[in-house]
């Protein structure tokens, strides 16, 4: 495996991602969300009058977490159906096979497609999310406490999505990895939901139900932390009846999670590897 094939593959894939409807898909979303986002933000700010700082805090934390949630999921949408094809279809157009007649790794395809895939939802994250703190800071004055480290935390997100979609498309088709994949970020974000609400009313069991899925698939965990990078550090305290609240965050990431997070992004990609390598073109 060397690096300038990894690079070189992952330079043509930015270049496809570019040119897919997907990406205009994505645009045109984005575009409506930041829109909505910043008429919902100026009436918020028109009512601020009537708010104790803290209830304004409160309130712009809140909406902001609901906003970035939409963008999350905006990416969420476009990284799995930009994975999908990226394998399953070149190897159902014999794409695939005619890339890997030269004598290039299987596995330096995969990896630089899936570092090419990273960049470019990395990408789109770190656009969207500055565009949306900007939007609320000229509408409510509001900025986050740590915009890097929640927008990083989102771009990891990304980064385990695709993973997961990356490895799907190994086995099954295009359409149908990225179906699963979102699929099952849904139901990740849902297991949390159920845990926080367990966690409110006491019920171990309920509770186990995120903590489980978060292990499972780290989707729900990393955007539980970056929830927390962008929310007021003092919201919680002043506001204790909001603690379970799905759109804000109690604690930051531990340094286990991100690193079985890490693992886990390995793992998945070592395995979608031995699988690439082992199908019939």
């Not at 690096?3 to 992952?10: K, Q, S, Y």
């Not at 939901?193 to 729900?220: N, Y």
Request: charged share 10%.
């Amino acid at each position: 495996m060397t690096a300038r094939t990894v690079l070189t593959v992952a330079a043509l894939t930015l270049q496809e991602a570019a040119r897919r409807r997907v990406l205009r898909s994505l645009a045109v979303m984005t575009v409506v969300l930041l829109a909505l986002s910043a008429w919902g933000f100026s009436r918020l700010d028109a009512n601020f009058g009537t708010l104790t700082s803290g209830e304004a805090r409160l309130a712009a934390s809140q909406v902001l977490n609901l906003v970035m949630f939409g963008l999350s999921l905006i990416a969420a949408l476009g990284t799995a159906f930009l994975a999908g094809p990226t394998m399953a279809g070149e190897i159902e157009s014999g794409t695939a096979l005619a890339m890997l007649a030269r004598p290039v790794r299987r596995s330096s395809v995969l990896l630089g497609k899936w570092l090419g895939l990273v960049v470019f939802g990395s990408g789109f994250v770190a656009v969207a999310g500055l565009a949306q703190f900007l939007i609320v800071r000229a509408t409510v004055g509001y900025w986050p406490p740590q915009p890097v480290t929640g927008l990083a935390l989102l771009a990891a997100q990304t980064a385990v999505l695709l993973t997961l979609g990356l490895l799907l498309s190994t086995v099954i088709s295009p359409m149908a990895s990225g179906i699963v994949a979102v699929g099952l970020f849904g139901a990740t974000w849902i297991a949390g939901v159920v845990g926080g609400v367990g966690q409110a009313l006491g019920s171990e069991g309920m509770a186990r139900v995120g903590t489980v899925s978060r292990m499972l698939l780290p989707t729900d965990g990393l955007w539980r932390g970056a929830m927390h990078g962008f929310q007021d550090p003092t919201v919680l305290a002043q506001f204790p009846a909001f603690r379970d609240f799905p759109f804000l965050s109690q604690a930051p990431l531990t340094t286990a999670y991100l690193a079985w997070t890490g693992l886990w992004v390995v793992l998945l990609l070592g395995l979608a590897a031995v699988v690439f390598r082992r199908r019939d073109l």
